[in-house]
């Protein structure tokens, strides 16, 4: 049984997970980017976030970015091999004033070649449909945990909203993009009901978030994960949603240290690179030798 999976031996459990991987993926790593185009006084209270407008922490805070600014980081990426391109705002949702300015930057950003993305928080949608017409082509909204721990991490908006965000998404005929944190409090139940939820509703792409605990928010003294236990969650993915994308997202370098190299062996077949909303990722230069280290070729 799939709870059985949380007790098997590690080094099984990633043999598993590296096995499935070479079938459904290959030798092939895809990489993607962000950028924070809108940043913090987001009214809602998700606990592990410093962009919250309730926590006093130390983010840059500014205005909705002009596309020229978006577009210069697309290309950037796009020079260093990245396939996926996100556009990324604080706030549960944004403004019909900024959906439209949101629309620019997408079918501008559109233009460099890259495939463009967002996470915008809580859409209808209609207003998905009118960032698909102006280019968009995936829509993220991660789940974060399970339905049970979700009232723990935040109260401002529901697990619900989460998913008929998704749905709307789905019917739009966008590809969709969503996955959790993990290391907030949430126990090895709540990480296999969400690996159970995203293979339910059949998400393209799955992000694995590993806290890195921010000064001024609720989780600031939170302990990390162990990097073992961070592999596990890897490996238990990949062999719960075998064929999708097991993309490793923030915390990869501060959770996984001198770890980090075994992610592929854990099963996983993608990569955020770069820069992360408020924290230091991995430079582009620094990841593409570390793919060609391995080995492995990049889907461009």
Same mark, same amino acid.
């Given at each position: 049984?799939?709870?059985?999976?949380?007790?098997?031996?590690?080094?099984?459990?990633?043999?598993?997970?590296?096995?499935?991987?070479?079938?459904?993926?290959?030798?092939?790593?895809?990489?993607?980017?962000?950028?924070?185009?809108?940043?913090?006084?987001? *009214?809602?209270?998700?606990?592990?976030?410093?962009?919250?407008?309730?926590?006093?922490?130390?983010?840059?805070?500014? *205005?909705l970015l002009e596309a020229e600014e978006v577009v210069k980081h697309a290309k950037n990426a796009k020079s260093h091999k990245v396939k996926r391109f996100s556009i990324v705002t604080s706030g549960i949702k944004p403004s019909q004033k900024e959906l439209k300015k949101i629309a620019k930057i997408?079918?501008?950003?559109?233009?460099?070649?890259?495939?463009?993305?967002?996470?915008?928080?809580?859409?209808?949608?209609?207003?998905?449909?009118?960032?698909?017409?102006?280019?968009?082509?995936?829509?993220?909204?991660?789940?974060?945990?399970?339905?049970?721990?979700? *009232?723990?991490?935040?109260?401002?908006?529901?697990?619900?909203?989460?998913?008929?965000?998704?749905?709307?998404?789905?019917?739009?005929?966008?590809?969709?993009?969503?996955?959790?944190?993990?290391?907030?409090?949430?126990?090895?139940?709540?990480?296999?009901?969400?690996?159970l939820k995203l293979k339910e509703i059949e998400v393209d792409s799955i992000p694995l978030n590993f806290l890195i605990p921010i000064k001024g928010t609720p989780l600031e003294n939170q302990s990390p994960l162990s990097p073992f236990e961070a592999l596990k969650i890897i490996a238990i993915f990949r062999i719960i949603l075998p064929e999708k994308d097991i993309r490793i997202a923030g915390g990869r370098l501060q959770v996984l240290k001198d770890f980090s190299s075994w992610i592929f062996l854990a099963g996983a077949n993608a990569l955020m690179t770069g820069n992360y909303l408020t924290t230091k990722g991995n430079p582009f230069e620094n990841d593409l030798r570390f793919i060609k280290n391995h080995e492995l070729e990049i889907v461009e």
């Open positions: 049984m799939i709870k059985d999976l949380v007790n098997e031996n590690f080094y099984d459990l990633i043999f598993q997970a590296n096995f499935l991987r070479k079938i459904y993926k290959g030798d092939k790593v895809e990489l993607c980017a962000i950028i924070n185009a809108k940043s913090g006084k987001c *009214p809602g209270d998700c606990i592990f976030c410093a962009q919250s407008s309730r926590y006093k922490t130390q983010i840059k805070i500014y *205005p997408v079918e501008e950003t559109s233009k460099t070649g890259i495939n463009v993305c967002a996470s915008l928080g809580i859409l209808k949608e209609d207003e998905i449909a009118y960032l698909r017409d102006h280019g968009l082509s995936r829509l993220h909204c991660n789940l974060e945990t399970s339905e049970d721990f979700f *009232p723990k991490v935040c109260t401002t908006h529901s697990y619900q909203d989460k998913l008929k965000t998704l749905e709307n998404a789905k019917k739009t005929g966008v590809s969709i993009c969503s996955g959790g944190i993990f290391g907030i409090g949430e126990n090895w139940e709540d990480r296999i009901k969400l690996a």
